[in-house]
């Protein structure tokens, strides 16, 4: 009697502790599972279609379809041109304002419409050229912003250049510019005015300036002698201007003749 109680009792014990075991063993290995890790968001629905095939193409995204704030966090350069031979497709870059990082963006040679631009606070460079859709271009806040190109832009009549504090370097020659303000760009070296709407520029306060052109202007007056008047600084040599400024001082536009005249103020 002994013996049978001793053994029931051995094989309870027995079968409790392989119980306890399997329990702990089970419960290790389900608090050992490795919890699935989040799938990075997906960018992709913010882009523009267009932009996003060109960024694949350049190497700049994996995926055209699945992007991630990751992969773009770091992109300094963006070169999606295309060129005289090879005219570029893009109508919008929409998207750009997620490239936090971006200090050059060069898009010239597409069809692009408008760029805003306000977003990307580090950029140094832009290069826009030969848009000729091209109407709107936002660069408010860019202040370390210092080279400038927007040339063959024939639908761009105006810009807002107030915040661009760091330009040295503006050029859109070809343009439909008819108003320019610079005033707030006291590091203007170079500027390209070549060929637009204007009846005059005013650099007074722009006296790093070495490069001016501004030949092909229409200036004001009636419909056969015009005045192109460029305003100068306290100092300023009218007789004996930078070489790098414009050489003519008469040329034509339309049925006008164009005399350019210095004055101080």
Not at 16 to 28: E, P, Y
Request: with cysteine.
């Amino acid at each position: 009697m002994f013996t049978n109680t001793h053994t029931l009792r051995n094989m309870f014990f027995a079968t409790a502790a392989a119980l306890l075991i399997a329990s702990v063993s089970t419960g290790c290995k389900k608090d050992d599972k490795e919890p699935d890790t989040p799938k990075a968001e997906n960018l992709s629905p913010k882009f523009d279609a267009g932009f996003a095939a060109a960024l694949q193409a350049e190497k700049i995204v994996k995926d055209a379809k699945y992007i991630t704030a990751d992969e773009i966090a770091s992109v300094k350069l963006i070169d999606v041109s295309g060129s005289k031979s090879v005219q570029g497709e893009l109508t919008s870059l929409k998207g750009i304002e997620l490239f936090k990082s971006l200090t050059t963006l060069k898009c010239s040679y597409n069809k692009i419409q408008k760029l805003d631009l306000t977003s990307n606070t580090d950029l140094v460079e832009l290069d826009c050229e030969f848009n000729e859709k091209l109407n709107e271009i936002k660069v408010s806040g860019l202040t370390k912003l210092e080279s400038l190109s927007f040339g063959h832009c024939s639908h761009l009549n105006q810009i807002d250049l107030s915040s661009c504090v760091a330009l040295k370097r503006l050029s859109f020659p070809d343009s439909g510019l008819d108003k320019l303000d610079v005033s707030m760009c006291p590091n203007l070296y170079y500027i390209d005015a070549y060929n637009n709407y204007l009846e005059y520029i005013d650099i007074s306060k722009n006296t790093k300036v070495t490069t001016l052109e501004v030949s092909g202007n229409p200036g004001s007056g009636d419909e056969h002698d015009r005045i192109f008047t460029i305003y100068v600084w306290s100092g300023f040599d009218a007789n004996f201007p930078p070489a790098g400024f414009t050489q003519e001082r008469m040329w034509s536009h339309q049925t006008a003749d164009v005399q350019l005249v210095y004055k101080v103020k």
